[in-house]
Nanobody, 115 residues
């Protein structure tokens, strides 16, 4: 059974930075597709950033140049460095894993950006 545990959320002023972490239990992390999603109140859950097992990275247009996704396979952890945060980045951020064709989700971590 896979567990994804996010951490690093909180309250920050606009222009500030946060670093989210997602630690995965179990084996097979290095061959898993990892991504971050976010969901603002009353809105759908949208993809923010993704990283393949080979290190190919994609970002949503809204975060390009401000967010950086990375992974540490030795630590079974994926990160999301968020810089130049804006109030519209306020949302619950979720870690997502696809391993052997199965989807797993973390419980989410709240990010609030004040203006």
């Amino acid at each position: 059974q896979v567990q994804l545990v996010e951490s690093g959320g909180g309250l920050v002023q606009a222009g500030g930075s946060l670093r989210l972490s997602c630690a995965a239990s179990g084996s097979g992390f290095s061959i898993s597709f990892m991504s971050w999603y976010r969901q603002a109140p009353g809105k759908q859950r949208d993809a923010v950033a993704a990283i393949t097992p080979g290190g190919t990275i994609n970002y949503a247009d809204s975060v390009k140049g401000r967010f950086t996704i990375s992974r540490d396979n030795a630590a079974n952890t994926v990160y999301l460095q968020m810089n130049a945060l804006k109030p519209e980045d306020t949302a619950v951020y979720y870690c997502h894993m696809v391993k052997y064709g199965v989807d797993y989700w973390g419980q989410g971590t709240q990010v609030n950006v004040s203006s």
